[in-house]
């Protein structure tokens, strides 16, 4: 089964999504089964594609689409490496999620639709990996915005739901105009919607720097809207409000991460505008930073969870923006499984505890759940990058990239804010799984069903394991040098002593620090922080007040400038223009009806004088 | 001749359009109609001469009288000119005025030497060439006559009669 | 010989008094006396067209018959309707017979 068959993959998800939505009341579980069938068909089709492509190597497929004069818009699927490490992720990812959602779930009246949402998203997101027009790629960009909007207001009879999902979709869309704009200006420089043809021609000189630039930031933009970057981020804590299975594989593993992977497959095209790049990086940084600073100070733990992915995107950020394109993917990946992981943990542990989420209400559930405790705890391990877990690996080849290609000090930003994701992760499993339960339903919770666990177990896997890929052995060159991407050389895997000993140093440091700091503290008392600094601890806690500044402008900007122009389309243009013909003619009308007097006389008056005028006018014209 | 038949023909018109008596306004038009039959006559159109008086003599004026004498009106000696007279005297004279410059503008051709023509010629002419033209007149007519009879009818209505 | 113009002339005025006349009067009766003077009129400018200028004299005179009759066939009509008027409003005043106004 070669990878020509790859279109077979959103095709069939597609296709379930079609059949759920119209079938799925008489099937079994309404629908739930034709989606994961399709998504484990999608499964088994990836190990077929990889084989192919470590054998023949990647490869690109033509479907010719439409020809206009001499625009002509074609359509084609690219399977490279990159391509198939993101099938890889999505497929495993949702076929996990799916499967913990028959469990998570059950009981749910609208589960079918959930299913057919999971579909719709999987179809859309596999088709985004593997168009190479960029056109269609933003169709399916907005496609998996749809989605992730009807997803996070799942639950739409909760008022936070809908205003989150709105809130989603507002912030992400400001971001989506910069893309198209970005695609279009690209699209005036080159002519062509087709990615490997705009290479073509970046690489020959053909494309203006100027146009370069502008597009590049234009489309950076609009990634870091759906990515999370500050100050697009505040939409991402909110999308929590969806089920815990959405969170897990849309805004950890997938969605929030389809601008990462963008990012690199413009690689050809970024090496050439290093002067956005700097740009790029530093989002990246201040978005590590802040998300980590700001986890610090949440008590609600799927929110804790969201700002650890936001500092994460700006971690693979970062890498992107120090042209080390391969190990910002090599970190998408594990923490595409590892998040997800935490997620699903998170999600069985709300499920216990009937929906509640404040950890300051956990608790000791470590001994009513041992396996989910021992399996978010690999998650977590992987999340501050221990050794050897896989996000050690990842995290380290980012911090190499930045070395190479930036400066120390960016570094050590870096591990700054890996030392503060070990205090957040201690803080977090310290208050959920230790010390003593501090309420009611963490006494009373329980562990989780298996058709829970075991997706969960699945993907403890390759948290664990998957650091092996970043090394070199054989023929193998190591992650970043299977994936080839520019900027050209060797991408083999390096262990630098000057960031791998101060990595280990600070992550396992941190986390016995952490532990220190917080264990004392489990029980529901404020912390020396915000004891010592309340302000800064209300700075931090109300997430900078962006929101309230984001609610702000909207509040005195845009509804006002709404507002005006809607005043002038009631009263000029609906007022005037339009009843103004009608109201005009009724005057008319009105005073022009008073010369139906009704009496003959005045009428064969009117005739006689007429005909004589026509007379004369005839008799002067002759 | 002419001028003294045009003469009479133009008084009766007058009459007929200033008398407050509705009789005398009938009597003179049927002057002014008996003077241009006259006028036809000088033209070599006995023909119409001889319709005209018959017609309009005969038929329109007595049935002009007729309905003079069923609309009799009480308190007749009210001023049978309307209100506009005044308007009316202003648009007849300019209807006059524009005419009479009119005629008198162009220069007309002389007259042709002319026969008058003969009846047997007109009846041959009148159911052969003009034969569509014959027939729809005296369907129109028809039409007149029952639509004068069905108008005219007296509305006899009783109370529980449907008719 | 007697000029076109004459005729002319003289059929110009016999139509301003109708005009005149329809404009003028009250009765409608009145008015059809001052029509049929129109009516008349024009019979007097068609015949003498047709025998001043056109070559066959037969057509005007045939083409004036035909209009006699019809005012002849309108006269009957109209008094038809004035009677109809008379009845229902025991007058046939037109200048009181504005039903139609605005």
Redo the contacts between chains.
Sequence with gaps: MGIEWAWLLPALCGGAFASILFLGRYTPLRGAPIAIASIATCFALFWFFMSDVVTDGGRSFERFWFEAGDISISLGMTIDELALVMIGLVTTVSLAVQIYSLGYMRGDPRFGWFFAMMSLFAASMLGLVLVDNLLVFYVLWELIGLCSYLLIGFYSERRSAAEAAKKAFIVTRIGDVALLIGILVLFTATGTFEMSEIFAQADAGEISKSNLNLSAALIFIGIAGKAAQFPFHVWLPDAMEGPSPVSALIHAATLVVAGIYFLARLSPMLVHTPGVLDSVAAVGLVTAFVGAFLALTQNDLKRVLAYSTMSQLGLMVLAMGSLSFGAGIFHLLTHGFFKALLFLGAGTVMHAMNGELDMRKMGGLRRVMPITYVLFLLGSFSLIGLFPMSGFFSKDEILVGVLDERNGWLVAAGLAASGMTALYVVRMVLMVFLGESRSEEARNAHEATPTMLAPMAALGLPTVGLGVLALNWGNFGGFAEFLHLPPGGSHEYKIVPEIFWPSLVISYGLLILGWRMYYRRSRLTPSIVESRYPRLYAFAANKFYLDDLYQWIVNNVVLVVSRSIALFDQRVVNDKGVDGPGKFTAFVGRTL??H???????Y??TI??T??LA??IM?AVN | MFFAISTIAIAGGIGTVITPNVVYAALFLLLSLLAVAGIYILIFSPFLALVQILIYGGAVIVVVLFALMLTRQSGEAGNLDSRQKPIAFVAGSGMLAVLIATVLKNSWPDPVDRQVVGLTELGSELFTRWAVPFELASLLLLVALIGAIVLARPSDKRPGDNS | MIGLEHILVVSSILFSLGVFGVLARRNAIMILLALELMLNAVNINLIAFAVYLDPDLIVGIIFAIFVTTVAAAEVGLAMAFILRLYRSRSSVNVDEVNLMRW
């Design positions: 009806r008073y139906e007097t009704g009496v003959i006389g005045t064969i008056l006689a004088v005909a004589t007379i004369l008799v």
